[in-house]
């Protein structure tokens, strides 16, 4: 029995008064398990009755369940609701889920992005169950007139066994609605789970499959206008001046002008852009008029000199610095290797390194380096803005609504309580939605038109305005003794403009060798950079998992019982204090994915590669199978081995995994923005390659460790290590280590 204080979130239990068709509501044509056999729509009930912020229930026993972060294909749609009703004891079947409204007074982070959105609510949401079904069993004992520890429940009924009564939930839903909420409540054991850890279909699956509106993309309103920006042709340039008269006069076209995104005394938080303040935007009737008005448009740049402004996020102050230059990528790799021959800021030593690779019999040294990605979502940037004197209506896919809400307020002028922020579906983020500039721009030309504005980037536009994963190398040293144990191990990271390492430090090997160290450094630049999944991890562990493969080589040892001897050690004679994994977790899905793979039965034409992370509270290890067509490398199979703790859905959890490893593929064979004079080169999918449907894996076989840990990452620790997995296959099957990402150029050859 698991007791926890309901208090931990008490606005999250705010009630309302019972009311007739109160608050909105979506009404589903379909059951939220989303079976295609369905017939016949639920019954709405008549009179619904708020229990807290998470769920509503009606007479007749349909409950409603919220929920509370944004959805972008990571499935929180469906499995944070199954969490809630997992503790309400509810019947699925007779479950709706709804996309709760943005408001920070009844919900806690409602952030998607970092891999925890399960992690951070999982008490949160058990508790809003649990609480409910309390009060409905405390109305049910109040009214039978018996104790409460007497009253049962299942699937939506609750029972006295003794006297034979019994009663769905909203026969007394009245009744429980009017009861205050307990100072405790007891959570259900993980083994007694019904529907968590059994998968649920999506309950968006029928609205996605037939086309339904879901997506701002998809929302018309009355007088509403459609807008375009023109941004910088490059990086280092900035607005001098335009001919809006060249276009003012063309079809649709309303309204020229220039804007800046922030208020020039604004302290911006981290996740508002910087290089591109002021735009120019282009407003008409249509998407058709606009676009040929852009295309038309006469604009003038000019370079801007240096500059830095502060930088607050929630209370954590700094300044940015943002140098002047028209950036290339030549000269990147160039600057990259000068930083790297400088001493950098040491982030962790254990024993004494200098020494221990002075007297080494054998030292392994590799450099690896990654360039900048585009997120390259399915769906545009786009945000329909309604912004008035008196209050702002702002609809967009968007992974951070807290954290955008008050550069919206700054810049309008209008206080917190007058700007709404509308959470649509997303049609993917990968990072790129959680910084929501596309929200201020389309709400300072909303206001500016006083008209509905519906803001549409093109493909170029995003692709062309920044927000990459940065450019990353790293250098690595290891010293194998005269029995090929390995004794000392050396990271030095950094990129542009950001180092991958920080944190990561304390991750695996640290604590498993006797002699560490680890250094990083960082050059600024004018290019905007963000998170991007699994932000640094994604090319650190590449760069981690293929060197540990070569100093297993070089060990003579095979490269997975190399890495469980220094976990081994990690777990039983730790170095250090600060190890930020479990050494026996890490060593669990290793094993686990060398079971399943049958590691060490060779298939004929077949390469191999294994690779092993940690990152986002969870590990994840792959094997990839690869075989060699026509030249060229396939992937045939990847199976994969994840430790997140409990797995809510386990069929979503799956897809996310297969997502990752597909994303991850694509991205180490062709991956790369590149830039000449500040100009990305690739602005389209003609020129940035991403994987085709026939490029993908053949086959993922995914499984998970079974235990009762409170659940952990999951969307984005699958896809570090895939990197890895790749460039050691890759070595198998043609005798060349891959240092530098993408793997495979158009003009790949062996």
């Not at 009606?58 to 972060?69: H, K, R």
């Amino acid at each position: 029995m698991t007791l926890i204080r309901t208090r931990i979130s008490r606005r999250s239990f705010l009630k309302t008064s019972a009311a007739a068709g109160g608050g909105l509501m979506i009404s589903f044509s379909w059951l939220a398990s989303c079976q295609p056999n369905t017939k016949e729509a639920l019954a709405m009930p008549k009179e619904w009755f708020d229990l807290n912020a998470y769920l509503r229930i009606g007479e007749n026993g349909v409950t409603t369940i919220m929920c509370p972060n944004p959805e972008f294909g990571n499935n929180v749609k469906t499995s944070m609701p199954m969490i809630v009703a997992e503790e309400l004891d509810m019947d699925w079947e007779k479950v709706i889920v709804e996309m709760a409204p943005f408001n920070t007074s009844l919900y806690e982070r409602q952030f998607t992005g970092g891999s925890q959105g399960i992690r951070r609510s999982w008490n949160s949401l058990r508790m809003a169950g649990a609480t409910a079904r309390h009060m409905l069993r405390e109305a049910a004992a109040q009214s039978w007139g018996v104790p409460m520890d007497e009253i049962t429940t299942e699937s939506g009924t609750l029972r006295h066994t003794s006297s034979g009564k019994s009663a769905g939930y909203g026969e007394f839903a009245a009744a429980a609605a009017k009861l205050t909420a307990p100072e405790e409540v007891t959570l259900k054991e993980v083994k007694d789970f019904k529907i968590i850890g059994n998968s649920k279909k999506n309950v968006d699956c029928r609205k996605i499959v037939t086309g339904q509106p879901m997506y701002s993309m998809d929302i018309n309103k009355e007088g509403m206008l459609v807008a375009m920006i023109s941004h910088p042709p490059a990086f280092g340039l900035k607005l001098k001046s335009f001919d809006g008269a060249s276009v003012k006069n063309m079809p649709g076209i309303k309204d020229v002008f220039s804007f800046k995104t922030f208020n020039d005394d604004y302290a911006r938080n981290y996740f508002d852009t910087n290089t591109f303040p002021e735009l120019v935007a282009i407003v008409g009737t249509s998407t058709w008029e606009v676009m040929n008005a852009k295309k038309t448009l006469k604009v003038a740049w000019e370079p801007f000199d240096k500059q830095s402004f502060p930088i607050d996020a929630r209370g954590n102050t700094g300044t940015v610095n943002v140098p002047a230059g028209l950036e290339s990528s030549q000269d990147h790799m160039t600057a990259m290797r000068k930083k790297a021959a400088e001493p950098g800021t040491v982030l962790r030593k254990d024993g004494d390194p200098d020494t221990a690779f002075k007297n080494a019999p054998k030292v392994i040294e590799r450099t690896y380096s990654a360039p900048f990605l585009a997120h390259n979502m399915m769906e545009p940037i786009n945000c329909v803005a309604d912004v008035t004197e008196e209050r702002a209506i702002i609809s967009a896919p968007i992974q951070a609504p807290e954290i955008i809400e008050g550069t919206l307020s700054d810049r309008l002028g209008l206080p917190l309580d007058k700007v709404e922020i509308v959470m649509t579906r997303m049609g993917g983020g990968f990072g790129r939605r959680a910084y929501g500039h596309y929200m201020v721009e389309a709400a300072v030309i909303s206001q500016r038109m006083n008209r509905p504005v519906k803001l549409v980037y093109t493909r170029e536009d995003d692709m062309s305005f920044g927000i990459y994963r940065p450019t990353y190398t790293a250098t690595y040293r290891a010293a194998l003794d005269e029995n090929n144990n390995l004794v000392a191990f050396h990271v030095k990271g950094g990129g542009i403009p950001e180092s991958p390492l920080g944190r990561a430090a304390n991750r695996f090997p640290a604590g498993a060798v006797d002699n560490y160290l680890a250094e990083e450094w960082a050059i600024d630049s004018n290019i905007t950079i963000g998170a991007f999944r699994a932000p640094r991890s994604n090319f650190l562990a590449g760069a981690e998992q293929s060197f540990l493969d070569e100093v297993a080589e070089a060990a003579g040892k095979d490269p997975i019982a190399f890495r469980l001897a220094l976990l081994d050690r990690a777990k039983n004679d730790p170095v250090g204090e600060n190890n930020a994994y479990e050494a026996d977790r890490y060593a669990g899905v290793l094993e686990l994915v060398r079971e399943k793979s049958n590691w060490g039965q060779d298939q004929p034409g077949v390469t191999r590669g294994v690779s092993a992370y940690f990152c986002h509270n969870s590990y994840v290890a792959h094997v990839l199978d690869l075989k060699m067509e026509n030249g060229r490398p396939r992937v045939e199979k990847v199976t994969c081995a994840i430790d997140c703790g409990v797995v809510v859905n386990p069929d979503a959890a799956a897809n996310m995994a297969e997502g990752a490893i597909v994303d991850g593929i694509g991205n180490a064979f062709f991956g790369q923005m590149t830039f000449r004079q500040g100009a990305p080169e690739k602005t389209n999918f003609d020129k940035y390659r991403m994987i085709r449907s026939n490029e993908a894996p053949r086959l993922i076989d995914v499984h998970f460790v079974k235990n009762e840990i409170d659940p952990t990452g999951m969307g984005e620790p699958p896809f570090p290590p895939i990197f890895g997995a790749v460039a050691n296959a890759l070595y198998k099957s043609t005798g060349k280590r891959y240092y530098d990402q993408p793997f495979l150029g158009e003009g790949f050859t062996l």
